[in-house]
């Protein structure tokens, strides 16, 4: 590692924005960049959340363009500040640290950016770049050898957060808001202690008399009168298998037995999780689509669509079937089961492994504890935590992105590089190498043109840490 301590002498052109030799100019040059990529970042996306979410004509007249103004701004100055504190770090401390390239210009500039944000988006913000950081950090502390890789860390890590997610899913008052919807949707309402057998039986006889179907018409003829008495034959036959079996007394699934409501349950979510993955493919396979008619049997066949269908469809009837079998074995229904069950159910991973999933959901687990602390007296509030937190895995994040990109998640490299038109990748990596990061370890064919007149040091000359 690095010494703090060491430095270079290099000027900031020779280092950080090499295609200009002003700085002014490189900063104006950055942000008018990280503009126009933030623009076509946030209006598309403030615009579809508003549909989705039914916004009134009032909101699109007085609120819709503001809000993507500042979000637009935010991104902007992270990306014009970083190389703005790039060049006045260099100028008030008249030469480069290991620690000034990335994570001390970052860090002003990030707690800045963050400022200028929506206060209802921070918090958002926060808990993926903390997440990112994190994940960051522990790529760096490997690339070291002070910590080892645990071989299917993700899928440990995922089965202790499914775990106690459950658990307070269970709990009353365990958990608000979207984590309390999520897992309502995911799981189902049968596994909430307040789910009672009025509730249930009025839903299905909801159900039941919309499934009726209309009386034939004479016009209609016999053909449509033999396809309503199969599809109620069939009706009846599933719900005799659904209702006639095994079901605990302690269970509150009332319409199936325990059989039926794990495979029901896994049938559900597992057409969930393929038709997202789908989704999720149709916008690259489109592009394609009148080219080479193939791709549209691969986006149909595709393998990620299935694993994430497993894995969805797999969670939820582990989590089902342990459940049911607890209450079998202990003969009562427990919120302890959760533990259990969750944990079993977190083994699905194994179908659609994630670091990237893993470590956002732990990541909201342990800010959900945290504020349950708060609530519970146990724990201080910070006003301006958020923030503060932003700021710091913002500038680790950069710090890697200049000195180890290696170490760095590729999809945040790839959008560091479409914020900054590029630059990012135009730094004089090969002069860093003396800091014993292995800076240049992915630009070794890259050396940047730089003017003689600008530089302090001639081309090719070796400079040692001072």
Not at 183 to 194: M, N, R
Not at 317 to 332: A, M
Not at 440 to 453: I, M
Request: charged letters at 20%; one cysteine or more; proline letters at 5%.
């Amino acid at each position: 590692m690095a010494a703090l301590s060491k430095s270079i002498p290099h000027s900031c052109y020779e280092i950080g924005h090499t295609w200009c030799p002003s700085c002014t100019v490189s900063v104006l040059q950055v942000t008018a960049g990280a503009l126009e990529v933030s623009f076509k970042i946030y209006a598309p996306l403030y615009l579809i959340a508003a549909i989705l979410r039914r916004r009134k004509k009032d909101y699109y007249k007085k609120r819709l363009i503001p809000e993507i103004m500042q979000s637009t701004s935010f991104l902007t100055a992270n990306g014009g500040l970083y190389i703005a504190f790039f060049c006045i770090l260099r100028r008030l401390l008249g030469r480069f640290y290991s620690w000034t390239v990335g994570f001390g210009a970052a860090l002003p500039a990030s707690y800045i950016a963050i400022l200028i944000e929506r206060k209802s988006r921070r918090g958002l913000l926060t808990i993926y770049m903390a997440n990112l950081a994190t994940e960051t950090v522990f790529r760096m502390a490997v690339a070291r050898g002070i910590v080892n890789p645990l071989k299917h860390g993700e899928v440990l890590l995922f089965c202790f957060t499914a775990s106690l997610y459950m658990f307070f899913f269970r709990c009353k008052d365990g958990l608000k808001g979207f984590a309390f919807s999520a897992l309502k949707f995911i799981v189902g309402k049968e596994e909430l202690p307040t789910h009672s057998y009025q509730a249930e039986t009025a839903s299905a006889s909801r159900s039941e008399r919309a499934d009726v179907p209309p009386s034939p018409q004479p016009e209609e003829g016999r053909v449509s009168s033999r396809r309503g008495v199969i599809a109620a034959l069939t009706r009846r036959l599933l719900d005799t298998l659904c209702k006639h079996g095994p079901r605990h007394r302690c269970c509150k699934h009332y319409q199936d037995n325990c059989i039926s409501y794990c495979v029901k349950g896994f049938i559900r979510m597992f057409s969930v999780g393929y038709l997202i993955q789908c989704c999720l493919k149709v916008p690259s396979a489109f592009r394609q689509v009148f080219t080479k008619p193939s791709r549209l049997l691969w986006l149909l066949y595709n393998k990620e669509n299935f694993q994430l269908g497993a894995f969805l469809g797999s969670f939820v009837s582990i989590y089902k079937g342990t459940s049911c079998f607890l209450r079998w074995v202990r003969n009562l229904d427990d919120e302890l089961h959760a533990l259990i069950a969750g944990f079993l159910a977190g083994l699905s991973m194994c179908f659609y492994k994630s670091t990237t999933i893993s470590m956002y959901l732990f990541s909201k687990l342990v800010e959900t504890m945290y504020f349950k602390g708060i609530e519970a007296g146990r724990f201080p509030y910070f006003p301006e935590a958020d923030t503060v937190i932003y700021a710091i895995s913002t500038a680790i994040c950069f710090q890697a992105a200049v000195m180890e990109v290696q170490n760095l998640r590729p999809s945040y490299w790839k959008f560091l590089l479409r914020l900054t038109k590029g630059r990012f990748a135009l730094m004089n990596r090969k002069v860093l190498d003396v800091f014993g990061t292995e800076a240049s370890r992915h630009f070794k064919d890259f050396t940047p043109k730089l003017d003689p007149k600008y530089m302090l040091f001639p081309p090719g000359m070796d400079v040692e840490l001072s």
